[in-house]
């Protein structure tokens, strides 16, 4: 045999180990796992596919629950609990993250995302249930406390100064979208291979289904949430439906919900019963779908057109018109019809 030969043997074995060596972890059988939680105020579904799936959602359900007790506006041991008391903290890595993210849109929003909204849940009752419909010298009194420049951020130190007596902020329009971006982070590192998680209807798909085709998500009918608007096929992307029938109470036949307009200290009515945002970022499409339903038709419109590679949408106004922005036209599909909304 000559030199080569044997060389070329060689390798060929070496290539024959590798080879047995990447059929023994192909052997790794996938598992599909699923698992409920209850947290952040509502009912959570986690299902991956993958060698280790069940790791991957037992790990994500621990970590949803320390940022819902870490995050919590309500829970007396939370860190924006106790920075609500006292006017100042420590923010931790993931506060700071999101008061970035928050600070972000309180700017391109024109201040319709305002996260020092929390004293205004309180003066309606809704973090309590115990619901009042306030009156003009309440409403002006709490409209002095939504001034985002006095919620002061050293990010050096990691200090959060409130700086006006009775501030107090509230994650809840962005929390769930943080986290499921969170779950996909680690859903990444467990080796996931398909996976959809629905936080409360906040949904997040990872990759694909496992034979390539696209998960269905199906969008709430606002009039009829027993039944569907329509089904929007995604990867890799959330999809948060902002609508003021999630959470609302009802006084002398008037019906209340939980999306403020900060401008008005007064749930958003501005013509749309629902938004739907699509992103592969979990947190924008959180933020921008409580933002985009304050704005109404027109500026969010206006704002996706501004904002062209960020994300899409679906508005539904309280006529009944559907308007679906163009990335998604291909994508949507209801037995309603609906307008496309060109870029
Ligand atoms: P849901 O929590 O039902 O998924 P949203 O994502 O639209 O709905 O968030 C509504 C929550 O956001 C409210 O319960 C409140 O905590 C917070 N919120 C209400 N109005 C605003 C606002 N203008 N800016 C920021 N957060 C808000
Ligand atoms: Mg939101």
């Known amino acids: 045999m000559t030199n080569r030969k044997r060389i070329t043997a060689a390798a060929a074995l070496a290539l024959a180990l590798l080879g047995a060596a990447a059929a023994g972890s192909a052997q790794q059988k996938d598992v599909e796992a699923e698992k409920n939680i209850f947290a952040m105020d509502t009912f959570m ?3 991956a596919i993958g060698p280790e799936a069940e790791k991957a959602v037992e790990a994500a359900s621990k970590e949803i629950l ?8 309500g829970n007396e041991n939370s860190v924006v609990y106790r920075l609500n008391q006292d006017g100042e903290g420590t923010a931790t890595e993931e506060m700071a993250e999101l008061l970035a993210y928050s600070e972000d849109l309180y ?3 024109d201040g319709c995302f305002n996260i020092a909204i929390y004293p205004v849940m309180q003066l309606w009752g809704f973090p309590t249930g115990e619901y009042h419909v306030p009156d003009e010298k309440e409403l002006a009194q709490v409209q002095d406390l939504l001034d985002m420049s006095k919620v002061q951020f050293d990010e050096e130190s990691g200090k959060i100064t409130l700086l006006q007596e009775g501030m107090a902020i509230d994650f809840g329009g ?12 680690m859903f990444e590192e467990y080796g996931v291979e398909a996976g959809l998680i629905n936080l409360g209807g906040n949904v997040h798909t990872f990759r694909t289904k496992t034979d390539g085709s696209y998960w269905r998500v199906a969008i709430k009918n606002p009039w009829n949430t027993d039944a569907y608007l329509g089904v929007v096929e995604v990867a890799d992307e959330a999809v948060i439906t902002s609508g003021g029938y999630e959470r609302s109470f009802e006084e ?10 900060p401008a008005t200290c007064t749930p958003a009515e501005a013509g749309l019963t629902s938004v ?4 592969k970022d979990g947190t924008l499409a959180d933020g921008l779908s409580t933002s985009l339903y304050i704005m109404g ?9 501004e904002h062209p590679d960020e994300f899409e949408t679906i508005l539904v106004e309280e006529d009944g018109t559907v308007a679906v922005s163009e990335g998604l036209a291909d994508r949507f599909t209801s037995e309603e019809e609906f307008e ?4």
């Open 45 to 47: 579904t986690l299902r």
């Open 297 to 305: 038709r027109e500026k969010a419109e206006a704002y996706w057109r």
């Open 107 to 109: 700017e391109s929003t």
């Open 174 to 185: 962005i929390a769930k979208g943080y986290t499921s971006s969170r779950v996909m982070e």
């Open 276 to 279: 739907t945002i699509v992103s």
């Open 252 to 261: 002398d036949g008037q019906t209340y919900h939980h999306i403020i307009d």
């Open 66 to 73: 320390r940022l819902d007790a870490m995050l919590s506006t």
């Open 340 to 343: 496309i909304m060109k870029r």
